[in-house]
T-cell receptor, first 113, second 116 residues
């Protein structure tokens, strides 16, 4: 089955700096790669996603890049703010598995003022 | 349109008791997924169901755990003879039928099980 690795497990940045989180996946059939943000005690919420026919996608301060050949994808957050502090999860799935997402272990991001 | 509804939000059980967690998917969604999240860890896939069918249960422990999604009513995750290691947050997510499926899963707020 799919195996998703995520790094780093913790990340601390100063407000205004950029944050980058990286993930790799193993199943070449995976074609959908979402990123979820989970605040303490809350449910995971989708912040951005990318499909295998696209190399990069941007939404305001967040962007995701995908390298299908290398089987890795990354989340980039620019101009970080304290409210960006949360746990971020990458995931991978394919329509052949009914979109059952396989998640990485998460990155705890702390943005200090 | 109400989101994914899970109940109870918090459940306390003693070792050996049964836990039943319920999930009502978003209106119009026919696919349900259950995930388990241990403290300080990620989301582990447990089971994927459609109405009256278990599609993928590769993440379910072989014993004590079962899930169903009946024709009428919510999906239920059932844990028999709970042990302390079952203490976790159990998240349910839903998505629409394949024709409308963008891939996004919509998560409920989770049910937090504590086994004493």
């Amino acid at each position: 089955g799919e195996n998703v690795e995520q790094h780093p497990s913790t990340l601390s940045v100063q407000e205004g700096d950029s944050a980058v989180i990286k993930c790799t996946y193993s199943d070449s059939a995976s074609n959908y790669f979402p990123w979820y943000k989970q605040e303490l005690g809350k449910r995971p919420q989708l912040i951005i996603d990318i499909r295998s026919n696209v190399g990069e996608k941007k939404d305001q301060r967040i962007a995701v890049t995908l390298n299908k050949t290398a089987k890795h994808f990354s989340l980039h957050i620019t101009e970080t703010q304290p409210e960006d502090s949360a746990v971020y999860f990458c995931a991978a799935s394919s329509v052949t598995t009914g979109y059952a997402l396989n998640f990485g272990k998460g990155t705890s991001l702390l943005v200090t003022p | 349109n109400a989101g994914v509804m899970q109940n109870p939000r918090h459940l306390v059980r003693r070792r050996g008791q049964e836990a039943r967690l319920r999930c009502s998917p978003m209106k119009g969604h026919s696919h349900v997924y259950w995930y388990r999240q241990l403290p300080e860890e990620g989301l582990k896939f447990m089971v994927y169901l459609q109405k009256e069918n278990i599609i993928d249960e590769s993440g379910m422990p072989k014993e004590r755990f079962s899930a169903e999604f009946p024709k009428e009513g919510p999906s239920i995750l059932r844990i028999q003879q709970v042990v302390r290691g079952d203490s976790a947050a159990y998240f349910c997510a839903s998505s629409p039928s394949n024709r409308l499926n963008t891939g996004e899963l919509f998560f409920g707020e989770g049910s937090r099980l504590t086994v004493l």
